[in-house]
């Protein structure tokens, strides 16, 4: 059993930075994928960035290409999202979830987990950032 706790979202201004940090209070997250999804008020969830459980490759969605860092702290159980230049539009509730990869191979490709796919998800720590 895994279970995962989001912190480090805050009200900052626009411009400026933010680090989010996903633990598992319970379990660990070794060798497994952790991803970033953000949901902004009255839209749909997206991906922000996802690392891999087997080499810590890491993926982007096209929300925060860019301005964003993705890193695992396995000492400190933790999987971090570092986000710069932030901007009112980044403004939502950030959710970490884990599941054994950041991909799926269906009909014969690889394509992103999509939200529903991943097991393991936090409570969701909110961003806002003001103009």
């Known amino acids: 059993q895994l279970q995962l706790e989001e912190s480090g979202g805050a009200l900052v201004q626009y411009g400026g930075s933010l680090r989010l940090a996903c633990v598992a209070s319970?379990?660990?997250?070794?060798?497994?994928?952790v991803v970033w999804w953000r949901q902004a008020p009255g839209k749909e969830r997206e991906r922000v960035s996802c690392i891999s459980g087997a080499d810590d490759s890491t993926y982007s969605g096209d929300s925060m290409k860019g301005r964003h860092t993705i890193s695992r702290d396995s000492a400190k159980n933790t999987v971090y999202l570092q986000m710069n230049s932030l901007k009112p539009e980044d403004t939502g509730v950030y959710y970490c979830a884990a599941d054994s990869s950041c991909h799926l191979y269906v009909a014969g490709e690889y394509r992103p987990r999509t939200a529903e796919e991943y097991t393991y998800w936090g409570q969701g720590t909110q961003v806002t950032v003001s103009s």
């Open positions: 319970q379990g660990t997250l070794e060798k497994r994928a």
